[in-house]
Nanobody, 122 residues
Framework: QVQLVESGGGLVQPGGSLRLSCAAS????????MGWHRQAPGKERELVAS???????TYADSVKGRFTISRDNAKNTVYLEMNSLKLEDTAVYYC????????????????WGQGTQVTVSS
C-alpha cells in the first residue's frame, strides 16, 4: 500500500505564509509527478501546482509568483511554499502523486492524500 500524508495547514492572516508538506510512504519504487490540488466550499477541485521527477513545474495562474512547489526525491516528499496568501486561497489542499508501486504487481498508480485545511482570514 502507498500513503500520502500532508501537514502544514492552518489559519493565517491575509498576506501571510504557510508551507505544506506531503510525504509518500509504502511500497514505492519511484515517484513521478507530484502535485497539490485544492477544493474550496462549493467549488470543484482544481490543480494548484505540480512538479515532475525531473523538476519541471506547473502552476495555476492564480498562484503564479506567490506559491512555489518543490520536492525531495530521496524522501518522496513534495512541498508547497505559499506566500502573500489571499482570502480566496482558503480551501482544503490535497496532495497527489503518480507512483510506481509494488502492490501484488508492479504498476503506475495515482494516489491522493487526505487533505489539509488552509484558512486565510483576518
Amino acid at each position: 500500500q502507498v500513503q500520502l500524508v500532508e501537514s502544514g495547514g492552518g489559519l493565517v492572516q491575509p498576506g501571510g505564509s504557510l508551507r505544506l508538506s506531503c510525504a509518500a510512504s509504502g511500497s514505492i519504487l519511484k515517484s513521478y509527478t507530484m502535485g497539490w490540488h485544492r477544493q474550496a466550499p462549493g467549488k470543484e477541485r482544481e490543480l494548484v501546482a505540480s512538479i515532475t521527477s525531473g523538476g519541471t513545474t506547473t502552476y495555476a495562474d492564480s498562484v503564479k509568483g506567490r506559491f512555489t512547489i518543490s520536492r525531495d526525491n530521496a524522501k518522496n516528499t513534495v512541498y508547497l511554499e505559499m506566500n502573500s496568501l489571499k482570502l480566496e486561497d482558503t480551501a482544503v489542499y490535497y496532495c497527489n502523486a503518480d507512483v510506481l508501486s509494488r502492490i501484488g504487481t508492479i504498476g503506475l498508480r495515482n494516489y491522493w492524500g487526505q487533505g489539509t485545511q488552509v484558512t486565510v482570514s483576518s
